[in-house]
């Protein structure tokens, strides 16, 4: 194969694929969903999908064909979904009881959270995303930036005042 | 000094809280309702960020397990071990007896698929069967294997064979349905006369007439009064046959699996499932045996009573 270095069977290649789209194939089905789990099985479905086809993909178009797997993963089940809940098979989880309306977290809410990330200070944003990305404890942190554990609280406590006013 | 104390532990109460140390009615306390229910909308949108976030070396170690278990799942499942095993021992053994000259022929998953013999003769397979048969030997004699559903209309003339894992079905010109499975051997005459030989014994098949042996019980005796059998128009139909069979019939239809380890699969099924659409499939199947299935993936479904 002339192609080798564009050939999605290859395991460097996949995982290249993987690395690039994983990401924004999650989070386009998280707002499909709803819901992290089925993000995050769906997701790794299409790649397990896309795998199986590696050879019928080229690099050029697997985004698309990425997203389009999902997107029709995410079709069948609502359909089936909508089927289920119409015959009274079994009993569906109402969005209501769980994740009340105002708590839903939508596209343009999650834009504007990463705006306000952005808009921290530059202490604000290491300490809020070494907390909130890394899972860091602030006595961890303390010590990795050279801080005081109160300075670290301070800086995430603005931070959060800081998102609350512009969210 | 106590105020102090105080004012100093809730000075950065928001670090706290979202670390889970101040619980949702003390901030409550802290903070007007409006903002309350501003930050509790703010800590879940950013677990839901960092989530989406966060680095994805687990999903990709996952990925690359599904990818490696897919088939280990398959072969290990134990429903599939006895179909998938004796149809490969049964068809592989024959077809590499027969030679360079012989013939292969399968169906997909869902898929049915018309053959014309060599003589004229007719077969329709229903889906995951397969026929094979000597073009060389096919001018002495019309032998021919087969694993799975099909149907036959045969050209009148010399003795036609089908051979099954499970028994033997001959001849002369007519019309049947043949079910060979691990352990599901049904025949069904429609037009003419048909031999069964089962191991040793022998059995003449009319019109309408049909004999079955499943799971190596005592041969039945049936009745069919269809012209033709219902699975070449689209829909599989099921007398008194034990659940198991039916969902082996609705995997390979739909190419999917059925985790059934909940339920009683011996339990009997009358009724018929659309080939065309799994969920009204399920409903046909599921609702009447009363039982609840759930979803795992669009292809994998667990069921339960």
């Known amino acids: 194969m002339n192609l080798d270095l564009k050939n999605i069977c290859k395991p460097k290649i996949f995982e290249k694929v993987f690395k690039t789209h994983a990401k924004d194939l999650k989070r386009f089905l998280y707002f499909k969903f709803n819901d992290l789990e089925t993000a995050e099985d769906v997701m790794q479905d299409a790649f397990v999908k896309l795998w199986k086809n590696c050879g019928d993909v080229s690099l050029e178009k697997v985004k698309s064909y990425l997203f389009t797997i999902g997107n029709n993963m995410f079709l069948n089940i609502k359909k089936h ?29 999650l834009e504007k959270i990463e705006k306000a990330i952005a808009n921290l200070s530059e202490k604000q944003r290491e300490v809020f995303l070494l907390s909130r990305i890394e899972k860091k404890k602030y006595k961890e942190i303390a ?10 609280e301070k800086r995430m406590h603005n931070a959060l005042l800081k998102m609350r006013k512009v969210m | 000094m106590e105020n102090n104390t105080e004012n100093i532990e809730n000075e950065f109460f928001l670090s706290q809280w979202i670390e889970g140390n101040l619980t949702e009615t003390e901030l409550k306390k802290i903070v007007s309702e409006e903002d309350f229910l501003a930050y509790k909308k703010l800590k879940k949108g950013l677990d839901i960020y960092s989530h989406l976030e966060k680095p994805l070396d687990t999903s990709f170690k996952e990925i690359q397990n599904r990818i490696h278990t897919k088939t280990k799942v398959r072969i290990l499942n134990t429903k599939w071990i006895a179909s998938i095993a004796a149809m490969l021992i049964f068809f592989i053994g024959f077809y590499a007896l ?34 094979s048969y000597s073009k060389k030997e096919w001018k002495n004699k019309r032998k021919i294997y087969l694993s799975g559903e099909a149907f036959f209309k045969v050209k009148k003339g010399s003795k036609f064979t089908v051979k099954t894992k499970n028994g033997d079905i001959t001849v002369l010109g007519t019309q049947f349905n043949v079910k060979a499975t691990a352990d599901y051997f049904e025949v069904i005459c429609y037009e003419g006369k048909v031999q069964v ?19 190596g019980n005592k041969y039945e005796d049936l009745n069919y009064i269809q012209k033709t059998p219902t699975w070449i128009l689209g829909e599989s139909t099921y007398r008194s046959v034990p659940l198991k069979y039916v969902i082996t019939d609705l995997e390979k239809q739909f190419k999917i699996q059925i985790e059934a380890k909940n339920i009683d699969e011996n339990a009997m099924y009358t009724g018929s499932f659309n080939h065309k659409n799994v969920t009204l499939a399920f409903k046909s199947v599921f609702e009447a045996m009363n039982l609840n299935y759930k979803t795992i993936t669009p292809n994998t479904f667990v069921l339960d009573k």
């Open chain 1, 143 to 152: 010590a990795m930036l050279n801080i005081s554990v109160k300075a670290v």
């Open chain 1, 81 to 109: 979904e909508q089927v289920v809940r119409k015959n009274k098979f079994r009993h569906t989880k109402n969005s209501t009881n769980e994740s009340p309306e105002f708590l839903l977290i939508e596209k343009e809410y």
């Open chain 2, 98 to 131: 027969l030679g360079n000259d012989s013939v292969l022929n399968k169906s997909n998953f869902g898929e049915q698929k018309n053959i014309v013999l060599l003589d004229g003769s007719e077969v329709i397979l229903n889906a995951k069967s397969a026929i």
């Open chain 2, 197 to 215: 030989t089962d191991k040793t014994k022998k059995y003449i098949l009319q019109p309408t007439e049909a004999y079955r042996k499943i799971n």
